[in-house]
């Protein structure tokens, strides 16, 4: 059975900075994209950013565009979110998601980012 699993989420003051990693139980290429959601309370899920695994394309939400990285290694089957400059707006719980055939997703890890 298919495991993401999620850590580096915590407390962190405004303008801070965050890594997150979501390992996989097993191949990263058993999936075509990985990437991460986040939900705030009372808010839709929101794709915060994904990467396909063979060519590393990626995209994200524009709330994010220029202060979040995805990226990928292959080697440790783990992608990664380091998430700079954050704001309040950003907490949120977080969960890493992977697509093959259909959606698998990590158990969420909180990001809170204080004023």
């Known amino acids: 059975q298919v495991q993401l699993v999620e850590s580096g989420g915590g407390l962190v003051q405004t303008g801070g900075s965050l890594k997150l990693s979501c390992a996989t139980s097993?191949?990263?290429?058993?999936?075509?994209?990985m990437g991460w959601f986040r939900q705030a309370p009372l808010k839709q899920r929101e794709l915060v950013a994904s990467?396909?695994?063979?060519?590393?394309?990626?995209n994200y939400a524009g709330s994010v565009k220029g202060r979040f990285t995805i990226s990928r290694d292959n080697a440790k089957n783990t992608v990664y979110l380091q998430m700079n400059s954050l704001k309040p707006e950003d907490t949120a719980v977080y969960s890493c998601?992977?697509?093959?055939?259909?959606?698998?997703w990590g158990q969420g890890t909180q990001v809170t980012v204080s004023s």
């Open positions: 990467i396909t695994i063979d060519g590393g394309s990626t």
């Open positions: 097993g191949s990263i290429f058993s999936f075509d994209r």
């Open positions: 998601w992977a697509y093959k055939y259909r959606d698998y």
